[in-house]
């Protein structure tokens, strides 16, 4: 058994998402949003309308921040604030270029003072309960070891590490040697993310970092939906019980991405299709490419209706 969380990613993993995956499948113990950054010297709307809540929600959410200075921190700790989140998290492993050349994400673990005058802003925040998610650096692995001395005196909840560097991108081998180093140094709860697919994956990471507080799946989870409660309670799904749950999960995104986008058939169509891009990787290659090349929403639904019926 393991303490899962869901990884945020951009254009996939939104309130929308949360909630159904919440719903039908759980297992997830906190679901990240992606991150929140200042842009032309405000919010965008689409960062405002994911962290929205009604009190209705299912999902335990902790939304997340990536910022370059402390005044940029404040302005976005002081909306979670706003939004009544007693929780958030610090994103320094973004390896997305716009945001590491602007100093954020992996960007900044290159430049350890800058990243010190970050991460120090927290103590402006009592009533917020901080994590940080990481990587090993931007170039070099050890840019994450000059942190951690600091980090570990930090008030933090955790750590969430990815042992890649920022320039690897998601692509390129893990670094186990350098999360093995990072493992016994850190002082604060620490989990796992990167490339855990299934949950033999889980039970080896497990298995090799026994006092790990818990993994953090993303890709993994949208490949495979029902990884996180699988994990949690011990047992699989049969195949039929993992076709139901998704059919339900299929027809909860459709309907509220109806309900929500004010584009018509064409951007519901391209929404719908994002959660492919991940979905059931093993699934017949073409049925697949039939979900895909839909060019209406009633071929689209018979083509995954096809799909998930084998």
Known sequence: MAVI??????????????EAHARIFGGVDAYYTPFV??????????????IARDGSERAHVVP???ASTPDEFRLIARLFQEHGY????????????MQVRAHRGSGLLPYPEEAGSLLRTIEEFPDISFSVKTRLGWERAD???ALLSLLNKLPLKHITLHPRLGIQQYKGAIDWEGFARFYEGCELPLYYNGDVAGLEAIRGVKERFPGLAGIMLGRGLLASPWLAAECVSG????ADERRDKLVLFHASLMDEYAARLEGGEHQLLA???????????EADKRLRKKVLKSASLTSYQSAVKELLSL
Request: with cysteine.
């Open 5 to 18: 969380h869901f990884a945020p990613l951009q254009g996939y993993t939104d309130s929308v998402y949360r």
């Open 37 to 50: 950054r200042i842009e032309k010297g405000g919010f965008r709307n689409k960062d405002l309308r994911d």
């Open 64 to 66: 997340q921040l990536i």
């Open 86 to 97: 007693r929780e958030a998290d610090i994103n320094l492993g973004c390896p997305f270029p």
């Open 143 to 145: 840019e994450s070891f």
């Open 235 to 238: 047992q699989l799904l049969t």
């Open 271 to 281: 929404k719908m299709k994002t959660i492919w891009d991940y979905l059931l990787p």
